[in-house]
């Protein structure tokens, strides 16, 4: 567990867990849900965000605030996914 002071103290043990509690948008409010490892072992984070943000909406990428969270919670390495242009299904 890295011992960075801008991680919010949640409890958070697993990479996804510390990456939500440190991830921010830099155009919204957004929240983060749930986190998850799928059956290769790669570990997932739902981000919601708010309507019209131009994350959400495909018009600018997750990327920088995504690595911004990541360095904060200590990650050695992160994949970027996000909803194609149009917004999420
Ligand atoms: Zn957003």
New binding site residues.
């Given amino acids: 567990m890295p011992r960075n002071p801008k991680i919010r103290r949640t409890g958070a043990t697993t990479a996804a867990e510390r990456v939500a509690a440190a991830y921010r948008?830099?155009?919204?409010h957004?929240t983060t849900g749930g986190t998850w490892r799928d059956r290769h072992g790669i570990q997932h984070l739902a981000?919601a965000?708010?309507d019209g943000?131009?994350?959400?909406t495909g018009a600018l990428p997750?990327a920088p605030d995504a690595l911004r969270a990541a360095v904060t919670a200590g990650c050695s390495a992160i994949l970027v996914a996000w909803p194609p242009k149009g917004g999420a299904a």
């Avoid at 948008?25 to 919204?28: E, V």
């Fill in positions: 948008c830099s155009h919204c957004s981000v965000h708010d943000c131009p994350v959400l997750d």
